[in-house]
C-alpha cells in the first residue's frame, strides 16, 4: 500500500527558530501534498496544498511567509514554519493521494508534534 | 457554509455494536470517507462511499445516504484496539474535503 513518510516525528524548539519537517512518499509519486495542522480535540485543518514545481496554494488566513513549502521532487515536499512562536505548537501532518484522481484516498504521514517554548 | 456533524465521544463495550453517525452539508458532493485516528498518531483510511447504500469491509461497514445527506459507521465485534476517534470527511464539489471534527470512541472491557 501507499506509504507517506513524515519527519521527524517529535520537535521541541525555542521562540524565534525555524523548523522544517519533511513528507515523503516512499512507493509512488506525489504531484500534490496536502498539509494540515490539527489542535487537541479539534478537525484537521488543511493549511495549505503542496505543488511540485510550482507554488504552494494556501488556503486563507495561513501566512504563506510564516509557513515555507516546497515540494521540489515528485517525492519530496518540505513545511518550514519560521520565527516559531508558542502559539505554532501543534501537530502537523502531511498526506498525498497515491491514485490519479481527485477523489482516491489520502495517505497521511504520521505527523509531527512541535512544541514551541 | 459546509458542515459536518459527527458525535464528540461515544461509549461501547467489547464485543459489542456500536453506530457513529455522520450528517453533512456541503457544496456539492463527490464522496465520503471514513477515517481512524489513534491518539497521537495520524489518520488511517477506512473507507470510502460515493454511491447510496452499504460498503462492508470486514468487521467495519459503512452506508451513506445521498438524499439525507447523512452516513454512519458500523464497527462490530469492537476490540479494545477500537478505541479511537473515528473522522468523516466530505469531498464537495471542487473535490475539497471537507472533514468533521471526529467522534471519540471508548471501549470498554
Known amino acids: 500500500g501507499a506509504v507517506v513518510s513524515q519527519h521527524p516525528s517529535r520537535v521541541i524548539c525555542k521562540s524565534g527558530t525555524s523548523v522544517k519537517i519533511e513528507c515523503r512518499s516512499l512507493?509512488?509519486?506525489?504531484?500534490?501534498m496536502f498539509w494540515y495542522r490539527q489542535f487537541p480535540k479539534k478537525s484537521l485543518m488543511l493549511m495549505a496544498t503542496s505543488n511540485e514545481g510550482s507554488k504552494a496554494t494556501y488556503e486563507q488566513g495561513v501566512e504563506k511567509d510564516k509557513f515555507l513549502i516546497n515540494h521540489a521532487s515528485l517525492t519530496l515536499s518540505t513545511l518550514t514554519v519560521t520565527s516559531t512562536h508558542p502559539e505554532d505548537s501543534s501537530f502537523y501532518i502531511c498526506?498525498?493521494?497515491?491514485?490519479?484522481?481527485?477523489?482516491?484516498?489520502?495517505?497521511f504521514g504520521n505527523g509531527t508534534r512541535l512544541t514551541v517554548t | 457554509g459546509q458542515n459536518i456533524d459527527q458525535p464528540t465521544e461515544m461509549t461501547a463495550t467489547e464485543g459489542a455494536i456500536v453506530q457513529i453517525n455522520c450528517t453533512y452539508q456541503?457544496?456539492?458532493?463527490?464522496?465520503l470517507f471514513w477515517y481512524q485516528q489513534h491518539a497521537g498518531e495520524a489518520p488511517t483510511f477506512l473507507s470510502y462511499n460515493v454511491l447510496d447504500g452499504l460498503e462492508e469491509k470486514g468487521r467495519f461497514s459503512s452506508f451513506l445516504s445521498r438524499s439525507k445527506g447523512y452516513s454512519y459507521l458500523l464497527l462490530k465485534e469492537l476490540q479494545m484496539k477500537d478505541s479511537a476517534s473515528y473522522l468523516c470527511?466530505?469531498?464537495?464539489?471542487?473535490?475539497?474535503?471537507?472533514w468533521g471534527a471526529g467522534t471519540k470512541l471508548i471501549i470498554k472491557p
Open positions: 512507493d509512488f509519486q506525489a504531484t500534490t
Open positions: 456541503t457544496s456539492g458532493f463527490n464522496g
Open positions: 498526506s498525498a493521494r497515491d491514485g490519479g484522481w481527485d477523489n482516491s484516498p489520502l495517505h
Open positions: 470527511a466530505v469531498t464537495d464539489s471542487n473535490y475539497q474535503l471537507i
